[in-house]
């Protein structure tokens, strides 16, 4: 089947598309979208900021790829400011909460993130792969991708097949898969959700973490899949139309019996 391009955001116009996304903001976390690209605001680690696609995409055979960015820092003991970005594709749909990663809310998703860890100086760039399904963890990766910290900047890239995640990592010199984990969501429709925690309030005056050129491909529905789909929505539809229409009648019927009294 053919793969197409499904949902795709430059954030290029510094004004996030709310027919495309919902923000979720906790603690003094804030995503903004501001510089061409989409900025996470998040001075100390417990706060986190993310968006969430409204909708879910349905990733058969799928491939999202986006861009993590980091500020550098002048006259520091490190050059680069702390923190991390994270793309979470997850079966459900929550909301982030205080010093928590949308991976620990949702019992089914898998998430690939970039970040500078604050604990191990002299500073590198890593890069993580996670799954959690059913509650569990599975078995997580983690790649240092610069070290110490270059240039900031890495693309990250998800591809999802019948029965496998792979994650993989760009520096500059091409992809590298550095993980695979078993696709094991019973379900290809998918929320995607793009979330930064930060570190500390000294990073601020150098700028933010941030996500850049987010481009989901995944293969076209065949007409007797959309066919499917659109029968779908018919019947939930059509249940919703019965349902009200049986409480009207129990409605009207309580009421012509109160007045017959």
């Known amino acids: 089947m053919a793969k197409v391009v499904i949902f795709e955001d430059d954030f290029d116009d510094n004004i996030l598309d709310t027919e495309k996304w919902d923000k979720i903001e906790c603690g003094d976390g ?3 979208e501001q510089n061409q690209r989409m900025e996470f605001d998040c001075i100390y680690m417990m706060d986190g900021a993310c968006i969430r ?17 980091f500020p550098p820092r002048a006259g520091s003991p490190y050059t680069y400011g702390l923190g991390a ?12 909460g205080y010093n928590t990663h949308i991976r620990y809310l949702v019992d089914d998703s898998y998430t690939i993130d970039a970040g500078i860890p ?9 890069v993580v792969a996670q799954g959690r399904i059913g509650g569990v963890e599975l078995d997580a990766k983690v790649v240092a991708v610069e070290d110490p910290v270059v240039t900031g900047k890495v693309k990250l890239k998800l591809m999802i097949t ?15 898969k550095f993980h ?23 990073e601020e005056p150098y700028g933010y973490s941030a996500a850049d050129n987010l481009v989901v491909i995944a293969e076209e529905p065949t007409p007797a899949e959309k066919m499917a789909e659109q029968m779908g929505e018919y019947t939930t ?15 009207m019927s309580i009421w012509r019996a109160l007045r017959g009294k």
Do not use: C
């Open 53 to 69: 696609t409204k909708d879910t995409l349905r990733l058969v055979e799928g491939e999202i790829t986006f861009e993590v960015s």
């Open 162 to 176: 019948n029965d496998t995640v792979e994650f993989y990592y760009d520096v500059g010199g091409g992809w590298v």
């Open 237 to 251: 539809n059509f249940m919703s139309m019965m349902m009200l229409m049986l409480v009207l009648m129990l409605f």
């Open 85 to 96: 970005v994270e793309l979470n594709i997850a079966k459900q749909k929550v909301d982030l």
């Open 180 to 202: 695979t984990l078993p696709y094991q969501i019973d379900t290809k429709k998918l929320y995607l959700y793009i979330e930064g925690h930060g570190s500390n309030a000294a």
């Open 30 to 32: 804030y995503a903004k």
């Open 118 to 126: 604050a604990l191990n100086p002299p500073y590198r760039m890593e």
